[in-house]
């Protein structure tokens, strides 16, 4: 007996005459899938592809041709802070702006006063932090790609808007026009919790800036990866061993063994270029080291995990760096 159709969720198939229970059903279900058709509906405006595109042919050269440069390096935090600094940046003009909204709204001098004032302290406060905010957050867009782009194209404008609006605020609370300030500033600071929900879309739905071998492991035990016959010099070679992605180097009889998913976008290093072995991705330019994966240049964060091999009856085998414990005769484990 089948008791379930195979489709968690979207609309019913065409013809399909529902009845109450289940269009109620699916009416639930798009209250619950709105963000994912709103983030669809942005990727496919005609004019902000265009946008996209226009700034990819000016920044990406750019990038491209400073990527070696120290100062573009910590604008993405990378090796040096572990992770991206945009994230943790954009907390500040945030809460700042959330203490402008607070202050305002427990003001009870009404009368109209011009100058700075704890509020006005706390925009001005907020709009420097929206520019650095905004410079890291513009370093990361250039290394990324398709609809994560487009999605933080479209998020990024959100953010020029708010910092407009609140400028615009701080100014009429200077001239006296508290009122009007205070509108700007709500309008402001709901722009903003719009932009950072596309914000929390794309790191935690599309998973931008995430290391991708996190979750990584194994094989559990020494598997069968290539005939040592296969292996050229000095040519890295992809290969599976159970389920996961390896890229494997040989380099004056040593062999080297790295996961081959980068850990900053997911690229394939086994298609990029090595040197004094060093792998550099081809998608976004990051390096990493094949005796210990380290980062040697970003825009990754995280370095890669690296694989133990060895060479049985002519055969290159690797392994997980932990490998299954196992039981001996007299109980104990070894690995």
Excluded: K
């Amino acid at each position: 007996m089948q008791t379930g159709s195979g489709q968690a969720c979207g609309p019913p198939a065409a013809g399909y005459q529902a009845g109450p229970a289940v269009s109620s059903a699916f009416t639930a279900t798009r209250f619950v899938s709105w963000h994912s058709d709103f983030a669809a509906w942005v990727d496919r405006l005609g004019w902000l592809r265009t946008v996209s595109d226009w700034l990819t042919g000016v920044l990406g050269p750019v990038r491209e041709r400073h990527q070696d440069n120290l100062a573009l390096e910590l604008m993405h935090g990378g090796r040096w802070a572990g992770h991206p600094l945009h994230p943790a940046l954009s907390d500040l003009p945030i809460g700042l702006w959330a203490g402008v909204a607070i202050l305002d709204a427990t003001d009870r001098d009404r009368a109209p006063r011009r100058g700075f004032d704890a509020a006005g302290v706390l925009s001005a406060a907020g709009i420097l932090a929206a520019g650095a905010t905004a410079l890291t957050g513009l370093t990361d867009w250039t290394v990324s790609d398709d609809q994560d782009r487009r999605v933080g194209l479209f998020h990024g404008l959100l953010n020029t808007v708010a910092f407009g609006l609140q400028g615009a605020s701080l100014g009429t609370r200077m001239a006296g026009h508290r009122s009007t300030a205070r509108a700007l500033a709500t309008a402001s600071l709901t722009v903003t919790a719009a932009a950072g929900y596309l914000g929390g879309h794309l790191v935690f739905t599309r998973g931008v800036m995430v290391n991708r071998v996190a979750w990584t492991a194994g094989p559990r035990r020494w598997a069968r990866a290539l005939p040592e016959a296969d292996l050229p010099d000095d040519s890295p070679v992809a290969v599976e061993a159970e389920g996961r992605q390896i890229m494997i180097y040989r380099h004056r009889g040593r062999l080297y063994a790295i996961d081959n998913i980068c850990s900053h976008a997911g690229g394939l290093l086994s298609r990029g270029a090595v040197a004094d072995l060093t792998v550099t991705c081809p998608l976004h330019g990051s390096r990493f080291t094949l005796a210990n994966g380290c980062v040697r240049r970003g825009p990754a964060s995280q370095p890669q995990p690296v694989l133990p091999t060895r060479i049985r009856n002519g055969w290159i085998e690797v392994r997980g760096s932990q490998p299954t414990p196992r039981r001996t005769a007299n109980g104990r484990t070894q690995r």
